[in-house]
C-alpha cells in the first residue's frame, strides 16, 4: 500500500545568518556553528503532575494504564533555531518543542533526551510546542512526566519555519532538522540549568519513523555532530519507501486510506529537491487536480477538508496518471531513483534498535517496512529488534477498539509504550 506514515527567500536567509552570527558571537549559538543556533526560546505552559493524570485518566485519552502515573511537572516550551534545508542550504530556521521535567522528590533527574519526529501534517501551521496538540499530550505523558526531556521537531516549513515547502520523506532533511533542534534544545537547557544524563533515544511515529531512522544513520555517519545515539525506537515508520510504493501500485484505482494525499506531497517534494520526476506537474497529475498542486502541501485545510472541497480526490485513481504508475514500476525513473535515495536500507546502525509497528496495519505495511528493514539491518550485524504489538498480550484491549480505518494511527500509542518500557528504560 502507499505509505501514510500519520512554506524573498534570499533576503530572509541573509537575515537568519546574520541573527545566527550574533548568537554566536554572543555565546547564544550552538558548539557546532550556525546549525542548531538557538533564534528564540519561550515558555509555552507548565503542566502539573495532577492535570496530565487528569488528562491520561479522561474519556477522550484514557490511557494512564500505559503510561503510568506522572512523576514530573513539565514545562512546554517552544525553541526557534537555525538548521539547513535540502543539499545542506544553510540559512533557514525551524521549530522544536521541548518538554522540560521539572526536578522534584520524585523526579530528581538528570533527564536523558528523546528527540521526537512527529507523523504526517498537511497544516502549516501545526506545531508540537502546544499542550493540546494529540502528539504532544502523549510525548508528555509517556516520556516528559516520567523523567525523559523531549526534543520534538515541527520539520521544516511548518510553524514559524521559513523554509517555503515542506520536504516530505526526504531523509537527509528530516535527520539534519532533527540534529539542529536537538544542538538548540542542549543550549537552551544549559542555560534553564536543566540536569542532563547525555542519554540520547531517538523515535517518531510513522513519518516521523522514517525521520527517526534517517537521524540515527546521520549521526553514526557524522562524529562532527557531536552525537552519540543511545537507542532508537522508530515506529511504524515507511522504511522502505521503493517496497511500499511498488506494493501500493497493486491498490489501484482506489489507492488506499488517504494516498490521494500523501502521494503528491511526496511527489511534489521530490520534484522540488531534484527537479527531475516529471516536466509539468500534467505529466503526473489529471485535471481538475492538478492546478495549484505543487503548493497545496502543506496548506492550510486538514486532511478531510483537502477531500470534501474537491482539492484532491478521494481515489488514487482519479488524481495520478499512466505515467506516475509506470514511473513506480520503473526502476530507473526520476521518481524511483528518489524514493530509493530516500529509503533507509543498507547500513548497520551500532546503537540498539527497536522497530516497533502493528501487523494488521493498512497503511504502512508491517512486512514491507518493520519486518524487512529489522532483517535488512540484522543482516549486517546490527543489534535491530523487530515487535509486532499484536503480539504483546497486554495491548490486546488497546488493538481491540481499533478500526482498519483508525489502525494506523491508533498504534502509536501501544508502539510509545513498548519503545519506552523495552528499549528506552533498559539503557537510560
Request: proline fraction near 7%.
Amino acid at each position: 500500500m502507499f505509505p501514510i506514515p500519520h512554506r524573498a527567500y534570499a533576503l530572509r536567509a541573509a537575515t537568519v545568518t546574520a541573527v545566527a552570527v550574533l548568537l554566536a558571537a554572543c555565546g547564544g549559538g550552538s558548539d557546532t556553528g550556525l546549525r542548531g543556533a538557538v533564534i528564540a526560546d519561550t515558555a509555552v505552559t507548565t503542566l502539573t503532575r495532577a492535570q496530565i493524570d487528569a488528562t491520561t485518566s479522561s474519556p477522550a485519552l484514557p490511557i494512564q494504564a500505559l503510561t503510568g502515573a506522572a512523576r514530573c511537572d513539565v514545562t512546554v516550551r517552544k525553541v526557534t533555531h537555525t538548521t539547513n534545508g535540502p543539499g545542506g542550504t544553510a540559512g533557514y530556521t525551524a521549530v522544536a518543542a521541548v518538554l522540560v521535567p521539572t526536578v522534584s522528590a520524585t523526579c530528581p533527574g538528570p533527564f536523558p533526551i528523546v528527540a521526537y519526529d512527529p507523523g504526517t501534517s498537511v497544516e502549516k501551521a501545526r506545531t508540537l510546542a502546544n499542550p493540546t496538540s494529540g502528539e504532544t499530550a502523549l510525548l508528555t505523558a509517556f516520556f516528559a512526566a516520567q523523567g525523559y526531556v523531549v526534543v520534538a521537531t515541527d520539520y521544516l516549513g511548518f510553524s514559524d519555519s521559513n523554509f517555503p515547502y515542506h520536504p516530505y520523506l526526504h531523509a537527509e532533511s528530516q535527520a539534519s532538522t532533527t540534529v539542529d533542534a536537538i544542538r538548540a534544545a542542549r543550549v537552551a537547557l544549559d542555560r534553564q540549568g536543566v540536569p542532563l544524563s547525555g542519554r540520547l533515544f531517538l523515535t517518531g511515529y510513522s513519518q516521523g519513523g522514517h525521520a527517526a531512522l534517517a537521524t540515527h544513520r546521520a549521526i553514526e555517519a557524522d562524529p562532527s555532530l557531536g552525537l552519540t545515539v543511545t537507542g532508537s525506537g522508530p515506529m511504524s515508520g515507511p522504511y522502505d519507501l521503493v517496497g511500499s510504493f511498488v506494493a501500493g501500485a497493486s491498490f489501484l484505482p482506489t489507492g488506499t486510506g488517504g494516498s490521494s494525499v500523501f502521494t503528491p506531497y511526496v511527489v511534489t517534494g521530490y520534484q522540488k529537491i531534484y527537479g527531475n520526476l516529471y516536466s509539468t506537474p500534467a505529466d503526473y497529475f489529471r485535471a481538475p487536480y492538478v492546478t495549484g498542486i505543487e503548493s497545496l502541501l502543506p496548506g492550510t485545510l486538514t486532511f478531510d477538508q483537502l477531500i470534501a472541497t474537491g482539492r484532491l480526490p478521494l481515489n488514487l485513481g482519479d488524481l495520478i496518471t499512466p505515467r506516475a504508475v509506470a514511473d513506480i514500476g520503473d526502476a530507473n525513473s526520476g521518481f524511483r531513483r528518489a524514493l530509493s535515495a530516500n529509503s533507509l536500507l543498507g547500513w548497520t546502525p551500532r546503537a540498539p534498535v527497536l522497530l516497533c509497528g502493528g501487523a494488521k496495519d493498512p497503511v504502512v505495511l508491517y512486512t514491507v517496512n518493520t519486518a524487512a528493514t529489522a532483517a535488512d539491518l540484522r543482516s549486517r550485524g546490527a543489534n535491530v529488534t523487530a515487535i509486532d504489538v499484536e503480539t504483546v498480550p497486554e495491548l490486546a484491549p488497546v488493538l481491540a477498539a481499533l478500526t482498519p480505518a483508525t489502525y494506523h494511527g491508533g498504534v502509536i500509542t501501544p508502539c510509545m509504550k513498548v519503545v519506552r518500557d523495552a528499549l528506552f528504560a533498559t539503557l537510560r
